[in-house]
Each structure stands twice: as structure tokens, then as C-alpha cells.
């Protein structure tokens, strides 16, 4: 039987890149999004231009119920060998200015969302001769940034899940690899808070590069991809009490 790669958040940004990049290497997808956004149209379009099979699966990854489902659904119709936690939310706000929805709409879609997916299609890839998850944290996973609170909270559960379960499954046909990007130019709020400092415009990637850098590292079953090894390095020499004040300085200016 054919087998897929299921990418959430695939309608636009990275997870469009992702299905892209898997597409020239003839992969076949199953594409989840919101839904009413073209979806549909743009699974199309790739099944014509790379001759693979891709389906589309819109719904609203918040609802519990519909996270559920689409496991389900997919454990039942598709061997499913690489899956891609994709979708993600963040913001820039003070706590006292946010209300609850943003707390649990971030809390949700990383958190609950990756992890919940991982453990539901989990006996599914483990029966594949070869299965790969690839979670999606950020360079915000390293380090506490006040302003962005929730945010990088959120990616250091996904970065800590991602090498936790690694090591579960080492023995096993399927790897665990976790990438910790910087900004990458996926949409108008990224691009416009790069633009206000140097280091932004610095360190911002294109998604077609960072689709490409993980998707073959993934297949080397590279744990963390780091596809800015700059940063990350100037990340992992300073410590907390002088990166976390200056990151926060930052992401408060972006409030302005
Ligand atoms: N962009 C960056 O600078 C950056 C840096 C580091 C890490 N990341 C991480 O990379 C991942 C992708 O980011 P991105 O910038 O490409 O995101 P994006 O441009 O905002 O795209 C997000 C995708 O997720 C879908 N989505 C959003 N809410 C959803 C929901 N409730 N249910 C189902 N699908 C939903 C969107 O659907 P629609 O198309 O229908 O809206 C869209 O396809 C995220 O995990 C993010 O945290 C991004």
C-alpha cells in the first residue's frame, strides 16, 4: 500500500514548503489546514506538477474533537510513515493585556495539538518499515522571553516531547527529530517584526530553505536541526540572566 506524510498547518508558510519539498521527492501528503483557504486547490495543483498523490483535510485543529478525528481518520484510510507537527501559533503581548483565548489558542495548537497527534498516529508509523515525526519549536525553545511568555514556553515542551520520545523509540523503525528555526519569512507579522531590528532581517530564512535543510536531515534521523547555527551558538554561550532580559527589551519594542 502507498504510503503518506501527514503535515499539519500545510495551507501556507513552512507547511506549504514542507509538502513542496516532500512532493519533488515523489512523497505522498495528506495536507491538514483551516478550513475555506485553498487547500483543496493547492493539493491539486501538486499532485498535476510532481505526480504523487495528495490529499487535503481541512479543519479547525482547536477543536479537541476534530484533532481526534483526524487521527482516526487517518490511522484508518492511510500508512502514514513521516508525520510533521507543523501548525503553531505565538504572539507578542503583555499578560495583562491578553485574554484567555490567547493563552489556550497557543497552548492548544502546539502543545495539545503536537503531542496528542504524535501519540494517536504513533502505532501507525511504528508498522511502517521506516517511520520519521519531525515537530516544529524554535529558537524561542532555548530561552524564557518575557512579552512572548506563552510562545517559547510552548516550543520548549515541543523541544523537550521531541528528545523525550527520541529516546523512547530508540530500537524502534521510527525517529524523533525536533528543529529550532529562528524567524523565517512565512508571513506579514514575522516580516514585520523582523524588519525593526538588525538581527531579524540578519537571521530571517526563506521556508523553502529550512523545508529542505529538515526534510533531509529528518531522513538522517538528526535528532535537533538547527538551521541557524549562528544564533544558536551565541544562544547556547550566553546565559539566561543576560539573553532573557535583552530578547524581552526586544520583543517589548515590537509591542510599540
Ligand atoms: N515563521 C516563523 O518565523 C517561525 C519561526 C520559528 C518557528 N516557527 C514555527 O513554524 C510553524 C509554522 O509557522 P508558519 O510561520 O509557517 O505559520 P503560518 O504562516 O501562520 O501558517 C500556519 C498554518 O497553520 C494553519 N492553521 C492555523 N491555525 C489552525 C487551526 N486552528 N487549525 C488548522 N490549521 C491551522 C494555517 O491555516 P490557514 O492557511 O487556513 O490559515 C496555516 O496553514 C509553527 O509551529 C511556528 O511556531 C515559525
Redesign the pocket.
Known sequence: MAQYALI?????????AFAIELSKRKINTIL???PN?GLQHFCTILKEKYEVDCVSYE????IYENLISLANWANQHFDVFILIN?????GTNKMTDVDIEYINKIIK??IVTTSVLTHQLLPNLLKQPAGYILN????AAYLPIGFKTVYPAS?SFIYSFSRGLNQELKGTNTSVSVVT????N??DG?VKRTNKGFFGKFMILE?EVVAEICIQKLFEKKVEIIVNPMIWLLIKIFPKWVKTPIMSRIAKRELS
Open positions: 499539519t498547518g500545510a495551507g501556507k508558510g513552512l507547511g506549504k491538514v489546514s483551516k483557504h479543519t479547525d485543529l482547536l507543523n501548525v503553531g501559533t505565538g495548537l502546539n516544529i519549536a524554535s529558537l516550543k528555526p529562528g524567524p523565517i512565512t508571513n514575522v521556508p
